[in-house]
């Protein structure tokens, strides 16, 4: 079960302006000091914020970028790739696929 504060780390994620993720994680890593390790807690809450988001990834050896969305989504933090018609990751918090 989550604690309180990774409830509420959870929030300010998913309720994150879009462009300003960044800017909120770094405010999140000031006020949560003493819990260094909160947001490797809340990958269901960057999943949630980058598929609501449309937020485009660029893939390794691909020409373009591939859009994360609930549409491509797969099991275990995967999407496909409509261009090369293949699946690939995706780690949330750091926006890398893989």
């Given amino acids: ?3 309180d504060n ?3 780390v959870s929030a300010f994620v998913e309720g994150a302006p879009p462009g300003e993720l960044a800017d ?3 405010d999140v890593k ?9 947001l490797d807690s809340i990958t269901p809450a960057f999943r949630k914020y980058n598929e609501e988001q449309l937020t ?3 893939l390794p050896g691909a ?3 591939v859009l994360i969305s609930t549409y491509n989504s797969l099991e275990d933090e995967r999407y496909y790739d409509t261009e090369k018609s293949i699946r690939r990751s995706t780690l949330h918090p750091r926006l890398r696929a893989f």
């Fill in 1 to 3: 079960m989550p604690s």
């Fill in 6 to 8: 990774a409830a509420a």
């Fill in 24 to 26: 909120v994680i770094a």
């Fill in 30 to 38: 000031k006020l949560t000091v003493n819990e260094p390790r909160i």
């Fill in 56 to 58: 485009a990834v660029k």
């Fill in 63 to 65: 020409s373009k970028n």
